[in-house]
């Protein structure tokens, strides 16, 4: 596949992403940052961020297992995890951060639950795709500078 074919593809799964809602501005933001002389920052930040929120989305886990369900201390953890995935630009996943913390605020121990289940299927989908992204993006090259979807 030649270059252009290659950033063409590239072009395509990024627009998927926004089409689909999985990305907001804060992704565009972050690529605006990066440059020459670090041409892979957006990945190695989507990389710590999938670093670092598995411990959060752990603690999450064990605090709902807990009996009783300590609200407060899941709103906490939550409010962590929507921040990072806010960062980013994981529209998805902080919608649904956003839901479990009004399910927190409500006391409702079964909707934390299927809405945590929910913000875990988006956490995982994303991260699929943007493997994907970031493989085709290293194939292609660098790109001349960063653009907004449509």
């Known amino acids: 596949m030649d270059r252009n074919n290659s950033r063409r593809q590239v072009a395509a799964v990024k627009q998927s992403l926004f089409d689909q809602g999985h990305l907001d501005e804060q992704f565009i933001q972050l690529e605006e940052l990066q440059d020459d002389a670090n041409p892979n920052f957006v990945e190695e930040i989507v990389t710590l961020y999938y670093r670092d929120s598995s411990r959060l989305v752990s603690s999450l886990e064990h605090t709902l297992?807990?009996?009783?369900?300590?609200?407060?201390?899941?709103?906490?953890?939550m409010h962590?995890?929507?921040?990072s995935s806010s960062s980013i630009g994981a529209k998805k996943v902080k919608a649904e951060c956003t839901l479990f913390?009004?399910?927190?605020?409500?006391?409702?121990?079964e909707g934390c639950r299927k809405s945590f289940q929910q913000m875990k299927k988006e956490y995982s989908a994303l991260r699929k795709k943007l493997e994907t992204y970031f493989q085709l993006a290293r194939q292609a090259g660098p790109l001349d500078r960063a653009c907004r979807p449509k």
């Open 80 to 83: 962590q995890f929507k921040g």
């Open 101 to 109: 913390s009004q399910y927190c605020k409500a006391g409702n121990a």
């Open 65 to 77: 297992e807990r009996n009783p369900v300590d609200f407060n201390k899941l709103d906490t953890i």
